[in-house]
């Protein structure tokens, strides 16, 4: 089965929930539209957790994208004292910080903006559309715009594609008054019977404003939530 998720927030034990719930295997693979950091208390373990499996995607967010900015600044200006630079970046984190290491600093320098595959893409928080409604090519889009988009969300913006568009950034109660995913269907390709039969999903729940965090199964299109007791 193929997973997607978005906006996990350092909400470490609910993502151990629900991987339990949708029984996470090797055989399975999970996407994760990016901010998997910040607001909750457990980001750096959600990310070791995250990088340690094979099986699991994940790209950047805007919170880890102004994470890594920070590192880079701090490269800039620490003379080659690099434990310094470690130092500082653990109290990014005041919870578990702890834990931080270069590994995991590394691996997040490696993720991508975007991935692409047969019939959906994943990013933050969305893509730059065109004036005839259809995608922005994905390699001209700059990283900022993978990121912040505040457009993309709105119910009325619905591209022409191909392909479902993942995404989150906001939280989808702003919207719809409730956290739970959003799926806006592809009038295009209504006939289809796999995901690119809508033309993007919204998968931001505001897991740090409502305590509830949810995946979409692309392979049954189905919505798992759970939430803390």
């Known amino acids: 089965m193929i997973y997607v998720i978005a906006d996990i927030h350092g909400e470490y034990d609910l993502l151990v929930k629900l991987l339990e719930k949708i029984n996470f295997s090797s055989g399975d693979e999970l996407y994760v539209c990016g901010d998997m950091i910040d607001k909750g208390k457990y980001s750096v373990s959600t990310l070791k957790l995250l990088s340690s499996m094979s099986n699991v995607h994940c790209i950047l967010g805007n919170h880890e994208f102004a994470f890594l900015k920070y590192y880079w600044s701090l490269l800039e200006e620490c003379n080659g004292n690099y434990d310094a630079v470690l130092a500082e970046l653990k109290d990014y984190f005041p919870f578990d910080g702890e834990l931080l290491d270069w590994e995991t600093i590394g691996w997040l320098e490696s993720l991508p903006y975007y991935i692409e595959k047969d019939n959906f893409i994943c990013v933050h928080a969305g893509i730059p559309i065109t004036l005839g409604g259809k995608l922005e090519d994905l390699s001209k889009v700059e990283p900022e715009e993978f990121v912040y988009d505040r457009h993309f969300k709105d119910a009325k913006t619905i591209p022409i594609t191909d392909k479902c568009i993942f995404f989150g950034h906001t939280p989808t109660s702003y919207i719809v008054g409730t956290p739970r995913i959003i ?20 998968l931001d729940l505001g897991v740090w404003l409502h305590g509830t965090l949810g995946c979409y199964c692309a392979s049954d299109l189905t919505a798992y939530y759970v939430s803390n007791d």
Request: hydrophobic share 25%.
């Open 183 to 202: 799926a806006y269907k592809n009038a295009r390709r209504s006939d289809r019977t796999d995901v690119s039969r809508y033309a993007k999903i919204h």
